[in-house]
């Protein structure tokens, strides 16, 4: 910005100056601010193109700023409108004041901070293009993995940032701001820049984003098991806010619910072991139940192999239950579906009766054929309790005696019934 001018470009600033302390100045035009107007009359009788061309100096010496509806014009644009003349008198000139070397200092350690280099000019307009295009590209950058991002709590934070990067794209345009303002809001911008870089890294792939979605199987497919098995409730709680935690891709908090989640599922396996085996113990004395009080020796042979099967299939769930809910209902499903059948298969069959004499009267439809007879029926003894017995309280000995006596005697009805009797 200390270059040299010629002697008619020193001029040109002078007159700007001028008229500016009493209103716009534009390049052409009949107002009294017109430069070109001014310039071609009275005492200086310079041609319309001097004009122009002390305007295009002054401007690629960063003495002035051309604006068009309030937007500053950059090289280009400049160029083009003053060769073809196009509405000069709606571009107004601003002298501007010199960049400080203290300004262009504080201006390039802030854009080395965000850019991890140090722009090799001191032009502020060429360095506010340079922070320019690179804030436009970052944000074009990270916009591509705006859809990765979409699954995890920081989806609006990431989007929000790249706004950011939008809007420093926007006002790098302005490159008095960026000399002006920047500086002292270059921390936030490269806050933000590396914020996203997180966020992109863990969205597509690296090791915490493992770790978070391997936390997100647990509490799909595991955790409503897991309280039941065994791991508090406020392990579970904390895993779960890690998941909805928009912070969750720059602190410690995913690892530390990933050690709780590897102590929950130990916890898990060993609990459901435990249940697994205790349901399987508990089929097994069932059979030895049945075992013990059974003749197998007259039980056909046909007849015990379906009997192994109906335990061993039963045993075979109790191995591979999924949740302590499934094991544990294992026992009584088995109670509920099997018994009726495994006592048949136990139960040796009844001796035909013998035929009745044959006479006469077997042609006669009058007379019913014998029937035969009726399967037994399974019931519970605790179907058999007595409701609405004659004394709601038991005081005495004999009431208790009196109760169980009943219930005896129900249940010895039901036996001499043929009914099968379970607990």
Known sequence: MGMALPEYCETALSLICLLASAGTVTIAGDNFGSLTATFTKNEYGWP??????????????????????????????????????????????????????????????????????????????????????????????????????????????????????????????????????????????????KDLGKMAAFANGNGMQKRYDDLRAFMQAEASEAVALGVSQEDIDEIRATLTDESCYATSRVVQANKKMVRARKTMAAALTKVRSEARASIERLKQSYLENYDFVAVPEENVRQFEDIFASCLGKADNAATKREAEALLGELQRNETARIVALLTPPKPEPPKPPVNDDDDDPSVDPQQPPNPPKTVSARSLVPRGWSKPVFSTPEDAAAYADEIRRRIEEAIARGDIVTS
């Not at 083009?80 to 400080?100: P, R």
């Not at 350690?109 to 090799?120: E, F």
């Open 48 to 193: 319309e193109v001097v004009a122009r061309s002390a305007v295009a100096r002054l401007f690629a010496s960063n003495r002035v700023e051309v604006k068009r509806a309030g937007k500053s014009l950059v090289a280009g644009e400049l160029a083009t409108v003053l060769q073809k003349k196009q509405n000069l008198d709606k571009l107004t000139v601003e002298k501007i004041n010199a960049v400080s070397p203290e300004e262009l200092a504080r201006l390039k350690a802030a854009m080395r901070s965000l850019m991890d280099t140090t722009p090799a000019t001191d032009d502020p307009k060429s360095m506010a293009e340079q922070l320019r295009s690179f804030a436009s590209a970052q944000a074009q950058a990270y916009r591509a993995n705006t859809p990765a991002t979409r699954p995890y709590p920081f989806a609006a934070r990431f989007e929000a940032q790249i706004a950011k990067l939008d809007s420093l794209a926007s006002m790098a345009e302005d490159w008095q701001w960026v000399v002006s303002t920047f500086p002292g809001e270059a921390s936030d911008y490269d806050a933000a820049n």
